[in-house]
């Protein structure tokens, strides 16, 4: 049931629909149609006028991450029960439509041990293979996958990608993002695949891997969209997973030298159009220090026509409020290299496997801090995103109810959630609030103009899609209702909003949306 404009607008062909997410339990509920165009008795009123000619980024899309660590949770149940996982993440229509994906070359923090692609000191790689990625489990791989039953040990991140990508109408892009290079290629390292740094006579070497690795990914049936050279490059001294330390200057040099040449080489990179083939988004880690990293590989020529944008993270998360969520940050890279995409790239937050669900809603501790996930991440996407950002990306896609597997005890929540126990699947609150996003901005849509006046706690954007259609996101973070009213070319749709609920309005032509 959709509802069109107001009778007095009837000449507009334009339906509305209305979804929710809030602290009162709604998970991506349709409104009523009842309640639109109902005006609040008393209350906040809030005027948001749409622009629709007046365009700014193009969007790639919103999602989160294949990792060794989802994919063995996926083969822990029965393969209906992973089928409907896998619809309800990457359907639009039937799901929350993931569209922007991120996985790891090697092991990462999310891996069930480490592991690269080539035998110990095979320095003309010759023993490559990307199988680690696609051998599927034994279960014997750490203390924590031990003595649970896998319903697929053939499965893995390659199947994962392949299964994922037959979902009807599924429309995803995936980065590829190394943690380590082997431990034969580093040096300082303090134990296997953590901390330290490659080996500036191995930069060849390594340049070498990771086009490899794009091509055996090729091979398998996935292309890959993009790549970053290294991920968190600047915690490589206290790190307690795989990681690998690369200074701006040693990214500029690895990229300008070793890597960029490589990719055109192997036909991956098109130097002559950056949007034709893999694209290669430096950085890789927190937003709060991003402008001083990339600014050496951008100033330099030879490394800066390699890259086509700068991917970024969001930790310390205590911080992101008193800074804004760094959208001065984001001006900054924006302005300062306006031909250079923009990617969020990776967030998360520490599990509580007590209440998993709750824990989104009220504030919760972790290394970085106090602060409340849900208010966190809505802010967080919606400024990333009004500033230039052109899609974002969680990390962990599936974890268990426990946030695990993981031998490093570090254990995150997820969008999903399985009990490989009991294959009871768990949908959590950041699984709606990504669909708020992912599901009605779809690729390919650009953000538009939505003037309104400021109000503490209400943050708010605005997409129109290929098809014509727009999505208005709001969140509301305050304790109290408002009532919102869209003005959107000669119609008013008036809507009221919750207190603590994020709410999308999408406007459409009849007959594009059920």
């Known amino acids: 049931m959709s509802i ?4 007095k607008k009837a000449h507009q062909d334009h339906i509305i ?3 929710q997410t809030s602290h009162a339990g709604d998970n991506l509920k349709r409104i009523s149609d009842a309640t639109i165009n109902t005006s609040l008795s008393e209350g906040k009123k809030v005027t948001l006028q749409l622009l629709p000619d007046q365009e700014f980024q193009t969007y790639y899309g919103f999602g989160a991450s294949f990792t060794e660590s989802s994919a063995w949770n996926l083969a822990t149940i029965p393969k209906k029960i992973r089928k409907d996982v896998l619809t309800k993440i990457f359907s639009p229509t039937e799901g929350a439509g993931f569209s ?10 999310y891996s069930n041990g480490h592991y690269t692609y080539v035998e110990n000191g095979d320095e003309d790689l010759s023993s490559f293979s990307v199988y680690e990625d696609m051998k599927g489990f034994s279960g014997d791989e750490n203390d924590q996958v031990r003595n649970i039953e896998l319903v697929d040990p053939t499965y893995d991140i390659i199947p994962m990608i392949l299964e994922a990508s037959n979902i009807p109408g599924a429309d995803f892009k995936i980065i590829a993002s190394p943690w380590s ?26 340049a070498k891997y990771l086009s490899k690795y794009v091509s055996a990914y090729k091979e398998q049936g996935i292309d890959l969209w993009g790549i970053t050279p290294q991920n968190e490059p600047l915690h490589a001294h206290d790190a307690r997973w795989d990681s690998n330390g690369f200074s701006p200057e040693q990214g500029r040099d690895f990229l300008r030298d070793h890597l960029g040449p490589e990719l055109v080489k192997n036909g991956h990179l098109q130097l002559n159009d950056l949007d034709a083939g893999l694209r290669v988004l430096i950085y890789d880690h927190n937003k709060s220090t991003m402008n001083d990293y990339v600014t050496a590989t951008y100033e330099d020529p ?3 026509k390699y890259v086509w944008g700068t991917a970024f993270h969001w930790y310390a998360s205590s911080g992101l409020n008193e800074k804004n969520w760094y959208a001065t940050a984001l001006d900054t890279l924006r302005t300062n290299w306006p031909g250079k995409g923009m990617i969020h790239t990776e967030s998360s ?28 991440y809505a802010y967080d996407i919606i400024t990333d995103i009004n500033h230039g950002a052109q899609g974002y990306i969680e990390w962990c896609m599936i974890l268990s109810h426990l946030g695990q597997p993981n031998p ?38 650009v ?49 009221k909003i919750g207190p603590r609920t994020l709410q999308t309005t999408h406007i459409h032509n009849n007959g594009v949306i059920k």
Not at 350 to 369: F, H, K, L, V
């Open 181 to 206: 290079p082997p431990s034969w290629m580093k040096s300082g390292e303090t134990a296997e695949m953590t901390n330290g740094s490659l080996q500036p006579n191995y930069y060849g070497l390594w």
């Open 17 to 19: 629909t209305v979804y």
């Open 4 to 7: 069109c404009c107001s009778p």
């Open 302 to 304: 030879e490394a800066s």
């Open 349 to 376: 937050i520490d599990i509580d496997p007590t209440n998993p669900i709750d824990q989104y809603w009220r504030e919760s501790t972790d290394y970085a801090g106090t602060f409340v996930p849900f208010d966190t």
């Open 100 to 109: 922007l994906t991120r996985t790891h070359i090697n092991s990462s923090d």
């Open 447 to 495: 953000r538009i103009g939505l003037k309104g006046e400021e109000v503490n706690g209400l943050i708010y954007t605005a997409a129109k899609n290929i098809d014509g259609s727009i999505a208005v996101v709001v969140f509301n973070r305050n304790n109290e209702e408002y009532e919102l009213t869209l003005e959107h070319e000669t119609s008013n749709y008036t809507i």
């Open 408 to 445: 490093y005890d570090n254990f995150n929540s997820a969008p999903v959630l399985i009990n490989p126990m009991t294959d009871e699947v768990i949908y959590t609150p950041l699984y709606y609030l990504l669909s708020h996003f992912s599901k009605f901005i779809r690729p390919n849509a």
